[in-house]
């Protein structure tokens, strides 16, 4: 189990003395303990995989938008502590898909939907994310989905 394995790597940085990799692990146990909190477990409580997957995408999403507002403003050493972290972070989480992948995916689930028209844009991203499960990037998703329906 990934949980499992992410506890046991913090462990082991505590050994190492690698302060970079054990901080960015007790934040991503952190976060999973309050995932298992909020879905009713205890905070010893161990996630499924897809659980675990789905929290360390959003902690990366988050990493990626605090890597744009640094870079904004002009705060470029803040921004690379949260690239070192989004590195550690990435390591957990599937290869993403390509475009031309997600395409594939999104044609077939169009045909599968029988969409034709712009309007019902919404229900064909969300019935491929579903499908992708984190696999793919939202944005690229929605990207592909829009011109598809042009």
Request: aromatic share 2%.
């Amino acid at each position: 189990m990934l949980h499992e394995q992410i506890k046991k790597e913090a462990q082991n940085a505590l050994k190492e003395r690698s302060a970079s990799l054990l901080k960015a692990l007790r934040n991503i146990i952190a976060a999973l303990i309050n995932e298992a909190v909020a879905r009713g477990k205890t905070p010893s409580g161990i996630l499924s995989d897809e659980e675990v997957i789905s929290v360390i995408t959003r902690l990366a999403k988050q990493r990626k938008e605090s890597i744009e507002q640094f870079e904004k403003g002009g705060r470029k050493e803040l921004a690379q502590e949260e690239r070192e972290e989004l590195g550690y972070l990435e390591t957990y989480l599937p290869d993403m898909m390509s475009e031309d992948e997600v395409k594939k995916v999104v044609a077939a689930k169009k045909v599968e939907l029988g969409i034709t028209d712009k309007s019902k844009t919404g229900i064909l991203i969300g019935a491929v994310m579903k499908e992708l499960k984190g696999r793919a990037d939202g944005a690229l998703v929605k990207k592909v989905v829009e011109e598809m329906l042009r």
